[in-house]
């Protein structure tokens, strides 16, 4: 199931929503934001992005496309067991996102020659290989869900943290990711668009596992530079949320009490990160 609106239209997208999301509440701090305790939020959706971006909830996965950049401010997913344990074939089928109108995203032709002259692949933000046992594994390949990526990082060591998210979930852990680009430098844009876009400098990961206890949720934070090698290990780009805060300008965990929320958000529970990953 598929919903979208602007975020500015708040009372007709809470409205649409209520039919997929369990009941949410106002929330008031500076602005007003709707609670909507959808299965792939923990603690809340990222907040902070332009009003006139597009939220869009899937089945497998949400995301907040910006309108000038072209690429999602953030896309968040969760994972259990039966969603990465799958035996679907799934293929590379690049495809426009039917859910955003023509201006508001890239089209696959947009990549042509991305790689001869960039270096970049077309890289997913939810992976693909995650969603083997769902049958919308397609929708991965929407390019609101693809950022033009370097192949040394996303072959690397993005793609080597996205194996251990499987690693985790298979072993009967439910998790919780979000993930997007940060734009701290100029970069070169896609040679064959045809339309204003802008490619990151770099990207971000938060993944969380849950506790019944909040003061006990486990959460592994990470930053990685567009130029990452391929070689390097995920564990050398440890960050803390907090960092992701201050360098993405989003909100994230903003339903835990502040006392708990502060305390997470700033450790990068090294101990536990080392032991996973």
């Not at 000038?68 to 969603?83: G, I, Q, S």
């Not at 089928?93 to 508001?104: G, I, R, S, T």
């Not at 997007?180 to 970069?187: A, F, N, Q, T, V």
């Not at 802008?198 to 130029?227: C, E, H, M, R, T």
Request: aromatic share 10%; proline share 6%.
């Amino acid at each position: 199931m598929i919903v979208i609106q602007k975020q500015q239209k708040l009372l007709l997208f809470v409205l649409l929503i209520s039919a997929i999301c369990l009941p949410f509440s106002l929330y008031a701090q500076h602005s007003f934001y709707p609670e909507i305790h959808c299965k792939h939020f923990i603690y809340g959706y990222p907040t902070g992005t332009p009003t006139t971006n597009d939220l869009i909830i899937r089945d497998i996965y949400a995301l907040s496309s910006n309108d000038t950049t072209k690429l999602a401010d953030w896309v968040a997913y969760r994972l259990d067991k039966e969603t990465v344990s799958g035996n679907a074939e799934t293929t590379r089928n690049w495809k426009v996102d039917p859910w955003l109108e023509d201006k508001e995203t890239l089209e696959p032709n947009d990549y042509k020659n991305a790689y001869e002259k960039l270096k970049v692949d077309r890289g997913h933000q939810a992976p693909l290989g995650s969603f083997k046992g769902t049958n919308c594994w397609q929708e991965t390949n929407y390019l609101s869900n693809i950022t033009p990526q370097k192949s040394e990082l996303n072959q690397g060591p993005w793609g080597k943290l996205e194996e251990k998210e499987r690693s985790l979930a298979k072993t009967g852990n439910v998790i919780y990711v979000m993930t997007g680009p940060l734009y701290e430098r100029d970069m070169p844009v896609l040679p064959g668009a045809d339309e204003p876009h802008k490619i990151p400098s770099g990207y971000w990961k938060i993944i969380v596992l849950p506790s019944k206890n909040a003061n006990s949720l486990k959460v592994a934070a990470f930053i990685f530079s567009q130029d990452t090698p391929r070689n390097d290990k995920a564990i050398d780009y440890i960050s803390t949320i907090n960092e992701i805060e201050k360098r993405s300008g989003l909100d994230f965990l903003r339903e835990l009490p502040d006392n708990i929320e502060e305390k997470i958000e700033n450790s990068n529970n090294e101990e536990w990160v080392k032991g996973k990953f």
